[in-house]
């Protein structure tokens, strides 16, 4: 199993801009489940697109197994928010769980950049369609897998998600926000399913808007905006909310 460690991550959106991210480090071991929480705005989207190596830090690095990570590295996946994708796109959930086989290119006309073509080509993608049924059963959908995109509630097409980004090689797993909007069934359900992956060894980093007693089912939480304020165990953080100062105002906690 690999673990990615990311020291002293700096980046803003322009040269003259001010940092959202400063000097950030964070570990990922195997086999744990991590929290990523704070504000909006503070950044933990952008940390997950570093660690993907989607984006360049302005300084830092951020290495895998010690070795220095490059844009091509196919041990971290990101699976993006929900509010990203077009639900109301014409396909199944086994052909969106497919696309999550497509090798990324550099060429921008060739696959997988044209999701029309792709589709009307399936034999040159899908060559393993064993591990699309058993990405679907790993998260319980696979009695959805004929279902359109549209047709499904928002619990549902999170797993979808999941199950999409499940079926890559990866073994670091980057989820951004994938608990937003879902009731707390749906939420509990979710959970569960990521801590069983988690389980089996592979590192699973979340970020997320959950706060207190939610915070118990991750193995470590780390609160950012813009730079680490605190990380450790959930009963650590939540006994330090109220040296969290900056948290205050932005309804993150119940301080006084």
């Known amino acids: 199993m690999s673990t990615l460690i990311a020291r002293n991550l700096t980046y803003s959106y322009s040269k003259k801009g001010q940092p959202v991210l400063n000097k950030v480090s964070v570990d990922i071991k195997p086999g744990t489940l991590t929290a990523l929480v704070g504000p909006n705005g503070a950044g933990k989207s952008t940390l997950l697109r570093l660690m993907k190596g989607q984006t360049l830090p302005d300084k830092g690095e951020i290495t895998i197994d010690g070795e220095i990570m490059d844009k091509s590295n196919c ?20 052909n969106l769980v497919s696309l999550g086989k497509i090798k990324k290119t550099k060429s921008r006309t ?7 073509d792709l589709l009307s080509r399936p034999n040159t993608w899908v060559n393993k369609c064993c591990e699309i049924e058993a990405s679907m059963q790993r998260v319980g959908i696979a009695s959805l897998a004929k279902r359109r995109l549209d047709s499904l509630s928002g619990g549902q097409q999170q797993r979808a998600l999941l199950a999409k980004t499940l079926i890559s ?3 670091i797993f980057l989820l951004d926000e994938p608990c937003s909007a879902l009731d707390p069934p749906a939420r509990n359900d979710f959970l569960k399913i990521v801590r069983q992956i988690a389980d089996s060894g592979l590192s699973v980093f979340i970020s997320s808007h959950d706060w207190g007693s939610s915070l118990n089912a991750y193995d470590e939480v780390v609160v950012l905006d813009k730079k680490i304020l605190a990380s450790g165990a959930p009963n650590v953080i939540q006994e330090r909310l109220d ?8 309804n993150l906690c119940d301080c006084p």
């Open 75 to 94: 041990q971290v996946a990101l699976m993006p928010q929900r509010s990203s994708m077009n639900w109301k796109f014409p396909i199944t959930v086994e």
């Open 110 to 116: 060739s696959l997988p950049f044209q999701i029309k």
């Open 169 to 171: 090689s990866a073994k």
């Open 243 to 250: 040296d969290i100062c900056c948290l205050k105002d932005k």
